[in-house]
């Protein structure tokens, strides 16, 4: 059997609990894959509660990543036996995700696992790592380097926040976290964050233009963290958006890209392009050391998952949050 965490709707109320899947429930795709590990990422929180309008349809198997080995294949790009690794395209929202033993998936959604890496590595970087790591491409693609100064990471505790200080410091950025969390200077100078911010210094409402302090920035919250940290950009600074956990309203103004020329670049970690997903996947199998890897994770079964998710949702979960199915 095939044990899964299911979804289900009733009175518009989310009802989240195991059960055994046949292997004729799954959904249509030509390739079945045995899970050995997903992730929870805050997305996965807010669908797991709830909370937010996530889920697209019930009942639904949420987890928007996996890893595991494929057990059936109509593809002949994969065999029986190869790992693979999906993030993104919309699973665990619209189609069935990671949360189960086993599931059917379309190949096109997948990518061989990187050399280097194990099952459970790639998902404790998982989508979060993959995000982070798109911002570090698109900031160092826009021309930023080392030697431009300092970069700020908002929401430096959380998953794409934790993976982006770490990759930053690895490809010889100044790095400098901002964080909520009381308790995680530590953490974050661990995975190599030069100093630490209280994210009450960067809560007060933006001015137009601030003193200037950042080359660049990957922010990870949206809404006035980002129109604060906009406002203290550094000329021709450039900042990697992601995930608006906080908002998706920008309250600015053209200031910053006007007169400091200012470069806002959007990251999306979902309908990505195969070469680009492959690219940032061997990156990270090179880049992220295995001390890091391990620090930055906690591991759970899909009988906890509820209880986590909460927390997630509540802010108590700092780093990656890893799903073993078996366990």
Not at 82 to 93: P, Q
Request: aromatic residues 6%; negative net charge; contains cysteine.
């Amino acid at each position: 059997m095939n044990k899964a965490l299911v979804l289900e709707q009733e009175d518009k109320k989310t009802l989240a609990g195991v059960r055994n899947l046949d292997t004729a429930e799954l959904p249509e795709g030509d390739i079945l894959v045995n899970i050995d590990y997903s992730s929870m990422n805050y997305k996965d929180a807010l669908a797991v509660t709830g909370t937010g309008k996530i889920v697209h349809q019930f009942p639904m198997v949420p987890g928007i990543d996996l890893a595991g080995t494929v057990a059936e294949s109509d593809n002949p790009n994969y065999k029986a036996g190869d790992t693979v690794v999906l993030t993104g395209w919309s699973v665990g929202e619209k189609y069935w995700g990671g949360y189960a033993q086993q599931m059917r998936l379309q190949s096109k959604w997948l990518v061989p696992l990187a050399e280097g890496l194990t099952a459970k590595q790639a998902m404790t970087i998982g989508t979060a790592g993959l995000t982070s790591m798109l911002c570090v491409m698109r900031l160092q693609e826009s021309g930023l380097k080392p030697e431009d100064g300092p970069v700020l990471v908002t929401g430096a505790t959380g998953g794409v926040g934790s993976l982006a200080v770490a990759l930053l410091a690895k490809n010889g950025f100044d790095v400098v976290a901002v964080s909520g969390k009381t308790d995680s200077t530590d953490y974050l100078k661990k995975l190599g964050a030069s100093d630490v911010l209280p994210r009450s210094e960067f809560e007060d409402k933006a001015r137009p233009l601030d003193k200037s302090r950042w080359a660049g920035a990957v922010d990870t919250v949206g809404g006035d963290i980002l129109a604060k940290v906009l406002s203290q950009m550094n000329y021709d600074g450039r900042v990697a958006t992601v995930g608006l956990a906080s908002s998706f309203a920008l309250n600015t103004t053209v200031m910053p890209f006007i007169l400091r020329g200012v470069d806002l670049l959007g990251v999306d970690s979902v309908m990505i392009p195969y070469e680009r997903r492959v690219q940032a996947w061997t990156r990270l199998a090179k880049e992220l050391p295995q001390e890091i890897i391990d620090q930055v994770s906690e591991e759970i079964s899909l009988e906890q998952l509820p209880e986590q998710a909460q927390k997630m949702v509540e802010g108590k979960v700092k780093g990656r949050v890893l799903v073993n199915p078996n366990l």
